[in-house]
């Protein structure tokens, strides 16, 4: 079992929400249906690897559908959101209602240069200087002279 899978040359995580492309033939006409919604399980190994994605349909009925990672079917997979989950299977969305059930915390992404490196925040150096410059200060961190005179 793990958190994520490769879908149509995409990697989808446990709590993505995404957007499935599946192909529909009706009669002789072919046309791509979209299914929208949350990541909230991947079940099984190699070719019979699974992932479930839930919905809230109209009137807050939750919608969930399974999906074969090899299906012929899938057309495209498009990742909107991510989130930082803290566990493997989010069937705890099932009992929530409306719009909280689609409520997770986002993940964060530290920003990086082309080449992967981490860059540095301006905001580290800003609160340096601020920490700097209140130092002796009253109110401020460090020492405080107190004057005798009066």
Do not use: W
């Not at 993505?16 to 599946?22: E, T, Y």
């Not at 566990?87 to 969305?93: A, I, P, V």
């Not at 997770?104 to 410059?133: D, Y």
């Amino acid at each position: 079992m793990s958190l994520q899978t490769i879908v149509c040359n995409t990697t989808v995580n446990i709590g993505d929400s995404v957007i499935i492309g599946q192909r529909i033939r009706e009669g002789e006409k072919d046309r791509i249906q979209n299914f929208s919604g949350v990541v909230i399980a991947i079940k099984g190994e190699k070719s019979e690897r699974t992932f479930t994605i839930r919905r809230i349909a109209a009137a807050a009925i939750g919608v969930e559908k399974i999906f074969p990672v090899d299906m012929p079917g899938l057309v495209s997979v498009k990742i909107v959101k991510q989130a930082a989950v803290r566990r493997s299977k989010l069937y705890f969305l099932r009992e929530r209602i409306g719009k909280a059930a689609l409520q997770l915390p986002e993940k964060k992404t530290k920003p990086r240069t082309s080449h992967g490196a981490l860059v540095k925040t301006v905001k580290a150096n800003e609160n340096k200087q601020k920490r700097a410059k209140n130092f002796g200060k009253p109110g401020g961190r460090g020492r405080q002279k107190i004057s005798s005179k009066k």
